[in-house]
C-alpha cells in the first residue's frame, strides 16, 4: 500500500523565494494534516482539511503560509514569501475518518531557507 | 503552554533490558493517547495507543499504561532491541469534546545499546 507521500523531500531555496510543498495523501482518507517540526517547538500542527475543507488553521503561523486541497488526492503548502525562520521539516498527515484511527505520516520534505 | 510533556529528551537502554518512556499532560479532556516512533529521515509510525477507558494497552513487546488521576503515560519496551533506537513522540486529543486534533509531546530519543 502506498503511504502519505510528499513532494519534495529536500528544498533549499533563498530568501524571499515562493516555496510550494506537495501532499498525497493515503487513498481513502478523509482528513489530511500538515505539521512542522523544529528543534525548539516540536511537531506543530499547522493545519487541516476534512473532506477537502480546511477546519482549523490556527497553527499557521503568518498570513505568508496558505494550504490548499483542491481535491481528496492532494494538498499544497505554501510559503510567500519565505523567510529562513520557516526553514524546518514539514510534514503531511492522512488519516481515516473512523474514530480512533491514527494518522500516517509522509516523510517529510525539510525546507533550508537562506 | 504545553499541553503534553515529554520531559526526559534522551534515554540510553542496554539490549534485553527494559525502556521506559514517560509522558505527562494537562488537559483532563484528553481521552485517547498515542505513542509515534520516528527514525531519522522518516515520518513518524504509529505505534501504540490507548483509550482513557483502560489503564493498559499491550502489542507484543509494546506497553502503554495510563494514569488518569496523575495525568500519565508510559510506553514500557521489553526486551529492548537495537531497532528500537529512534525518538517516541507521545500524542493525545479530546475525543468526546470535539474530536479536537493531537497534540504531541517534543519527543524522546531512545539509544539502545548492544
Known amino acids: 500500500d502506498a503511504g502519505v507521500i510528499q513532494s519534495p523531500r529536500h528544498e533549499v531555496t533563498e530568501m524571499g523565494q515562493e516555496v510550494t510543498l506537495r501532499c498525497k495523501p493515503i487513498?481513502?482518507?478523509?482528513?489530511l494534516f500538515w505539521y512542522r517540526q523544529t528543534m525548539m517547538r516540536g511537531l506543530e500542527l499547522l493545519i487541516y482539511?476534512?473532506?477537502?475543507?480546511?477546519?482549523?488553521d490556527s497553527g499557521m503561523p503568518e498570513d505568508r503560509f496558505s494550504a490548499k486541497m483542491p481535491n481528496a488526492s492532494f494538498s499544497t503548502l505554501k510559503i510567500q514569501p519565505s523567510e529562513p525562520r520557516d526553514s524546518a521539516v514539514y510534514f503531511c498527515?492522512?488519516?481515516?475518518?473512523?474514530?480512533?484511527?491514527?494518522?500516517?505520516f509522509g516523510d517529510g520534505t525539510r525546507l533550508s531557507i537562506l | 503552554d504545553q499541553q503534553v510533556k515529554q520531559n526526559s529528551p534522551s534515554l540510553s537502554v542496554q539490549e534485553g533490558r527494559i525502556s521506559i518512556l514517560n509522558c505527562d499532560y494537562t488537559?483532563?479532556?484528553?481521552?485517547?493517547f498515542l505513542w509515534y516512533k520516528k527514525y531519522p529521515a522518516e515520518g513518524p509510525t504509529f505505534l501504540i495507543s490507548?483509550?482513557?477507558?483502560?489503564d493498559k494497552n499491550e502489542d507484543g513487546r509494546f506497553t502503554v499504561f495510563l494514569n488518569k488521576s496523575a495525568k500519565h503515560l508510559s510506553l514500557h519496551i521489553v526486551p529492548s532491541q537495537p531497532g528500537d533506537s529512534a525518538v517516541y513522540f507521545c500524542?493525545?486529543?479530546?475525543?468526546?469534546?470535539?474530536?479536537?486534533?493531537?497534540?504531541f509531546g517534543k519527543g524522546t530519543r531512545l539509544s539502545v545499546i548492544a
Open positions: 498527515a492522512s488519516r481515516a475518518g473512523r474514530r480512533a484511527q491514527p494518522q500516517h
Open positions: 487513498s481513502g482518507h478523509d482528513y
Open positions: 482539511f476534512n473532506n477537502n475543507v480546511p477546519i482549523d
Open positions: 488537559n483532563s479532556m484528553f481521552d485517547y
Open positions: 490507548i483509550s482513557s477507558i483502560k
Open positions: 500524542a493525545a486529543k479530546a475525543f468526546n469534546s470535539g474530536n479536537t486534533p493531537l497534540v
